[in-house]
């Protein structure tokens, strides 16, 4: 793979990251950022920020994509900083860490600057209020690595400690804790439909669902150390870029490795990014390279070959870049060859050999492709015997010769070898069920004695002509349930022309439970689900479909009914209704009473609080997010307590208090410290306080005052 532009700049670049605008960000090892036209690569603006950086294994720095922001961590390492990017000032800064800052970030929504350190914490910044907003659930051991997914509702934190911590930012609730890796995890990534890879120090990649904490695969062939990741926002492709200078490509739906050296370059790679919109990989590397690739470059050439029947040269130049196998064009040249093969069999199946290689023509000099020629030409050598013996009826010969070429299962005359048996079998069927019909039945079925293909169903035909009989009774009462438990003990049925008619009636009614779902239809709908759900093929998803209608009836009708409570706790555990209208407006609503409430937090005015979350102090799944709000504000009140130097007891009564409302968290650990520095005589004792927690809490527990 070439680059179709490049760039050079004097130090290594930590950062590139494409902005809103449709500008890239880059950010060097000495602290200098830039803003480029992704285009033509052209320098628009840029700055220093004073700081140089020698480790590239880590988020030192980031930007938001609005570009109103900027987060890093200081020289010393003890901080991480948030800037304003229009004043280029200092706005707030995180220096709780016990231990140095490891990462940085600034979620997709530019909602939270967080700061990952060696302690195992993550603190959040509310970026509007520049205050501690939350904490993410505590690793036992440093911070490796942090992500989000592009809609802002997950976070995950990768740590030493072997483990990956999802959190919820809708919720304000920790999800899962995923264990599944034996050394300690650098990387995490959110991919697209509910995945996340991690990455460890062993090289062992995980793929997960990280909704139900599940393994979906592990990527095999990583023999260098990743130090960054991107992936293409369908969800098909994932990069790696490692510390030899290699890019590596994986496809997302099988997990398959298409090159361990898409990229080779001379330098670690130390930056990573993918552009949607001009489809475009962005490499960034130590030796101060930035370097952008098309990964669908020669789509257009192909285009060119196929109409010049260039299949050869096509097939050099996808093996150069695999990833045009996945195009249109390679796509267009797959269908052709799959039209040749079809029309060189039935060339064959007539005996004119000629026709058949002069179709396979343009195909011959691709090795892979000749392989296949010489097997399809020999493979039809023996058609003729085939279509002597079906001719004569000699129906074990002809069925054998079918046996050892699969391919003549697909030729007309084996079609119709078929539908003469499908009509004997089902004329014998009939006799079966009748209790003077035995003799008739052998007599229909002799010419087939000898064909291992239909020996089985013939025997079962005979063992269980019971069975049939109960199997089309359930079928003509509708009693769908009893008919699939009959063919899941009795798999003979399946080859019956009844069954195939009851999933041809099964595929019509999801058909046609859909158009009436399009149509808004759910009464007429849900009544054919509910036939459906008997279906073996449909019950799984009919089950979660009719769920997901019932609830979306729900969310409406508490929307209609002005019952935002019911609405706010639908939406909490339905994600795909998150999308719509009504959805976006209630959050916008919550959001906005959550910036309101969190202003009067900041003076510790828990009256203002309560005005602004009022109408939210009955919905249980916003119960979490509501309590760290609460818990901010008391927090607060406890800071000013100690800077107005209330007295010792009071100040202690008020941090028992928090404890036994939200636990012993780190904001009440940072805070006892900073207590104990002005009341060196305190006798308290955190660890021997009644502890309640954060999800324990419930608005009922409000209370005018933490230090009463």
Known sequence: ????????????????????????????????????????????????????????????????????????????????????????????????????????????????????????KSYAIDMINRKIA?????????????????????????????????????????????????????????????????IDKANVAIVWDYVNAKVIARLEGIHDDVLRIASTEDGNFLFLGTKLGYVMVYELESYKMLSRKYIKLTSTITALDFDEKALQLIVATEEANLLIYDIFESEGRIVKLLRLKNYKKIQEIVERNPLLAYTKAYKLLISIWETTVKKARLALEKGDKKTALMLFKNFQEIPAKSTIIKAIIREYEEFDKFAKFAQESKFPLAYALALKYPHYQNSQLYKALELNWEKTFSKAQKYAIDPNGAE???????????????????????AKSEVYKRFRMAVGQKDFKAAFELVKLNPFLKELSDYS?????????????????????????????????????????????????????????????????SAYNILALNEDLQSTQDAKRLQKEYNDAVAIANEFALDADIKGVNRALEKYMKISSKSSALAGIYGWCYMVELEKAIEEKREQTIIENGIKNYILYFGL???????????????????????????????????????NSILD
């Open 1 to 120: 793979m070439n680059p179709t532009r490049e760039l050079s700049f004097k130090d290594a670049i930590i950062r590139v990251k494409m902005m809103e605008d449709g500008n890239l960000l880059v950010v060097d090892a000495k602290g200098v950022v830039r803003f480029l036209d992704f285009a033509s690569l052209k320098i628009l603006s840029g700055f220093k920020c004073g700081v140089e950086y020698k480790n590239f294994n880590r988020q030192v720095f980031d930007f938001s994509y609005d570009g109103l922001y900027f987060t890093l961590i200081s020289s010393t390492k003890k901080e991480a900083l948030l800037y304003s990017a229009k004043t280029k000032k200092i706005i707030a800064k995180m220096d709780r860490h016990s231990g140095e800052v490891n990462c940085v970030a600034i979620d997709p929504s530019g909602k939270y600057m967080f700061s990952c350190g060696d302690d195992g």
């Open 134 to 198: 939350f904490t993410l659930p505590i690793h036992s051991d440093s911070l490796a690595d942090i992500a989000f997914s592009k809609n802002a509702q997950w976070v995950a934190t990768a740590s030493y400690d072997k483990k990956i911590h999802l959190f919820n930012l809708i919720t304000m609730t920790k999800v899962h804790k995923l264990i599944g890796h034996n050394e300690a995890v650098l990387k995490v990534h959110f991919l697209s439909e509910n995945r996340l890879i991690s």
């Open 440 to 462: 008739i039945t052998r007599e229909l079925l002799a010419p087939y004695r000898g064909v291992s293909q239909k020996t089985m169903l013939i025997q079962e035909l005979f």
């Open 501 to 565: 008619s009851l999933i041809d009636y099964g595929d019509l009614l999801y058909i046609e439970s859909q158009k009436l779902l399009q149509q808004d239809d759910t009464h007429g709908a849900i009544k054919m689900l509910r036939v459906l759900v008997d279906f073996t093929d449909f019950s799984k998803e009919v089950k979660e479909l009719m769920k997901s209608v019932e609830q979306r009836h729900k969310f409406y009708a508490a929307i209609k009914e002005d019952d935002i409570t």
């Open 665 to 703: 968290q780190d904001q009440i650990v940072s805070l006892f410290n900073i207590f104990k520095e002005n009341y060196p005589q305190t006798k308290l004792n955190l660890e021997l306080q009644t502890k309640g927690s954060k999800s324990m809490w419930r608005p009922s527990m409000v209370i």
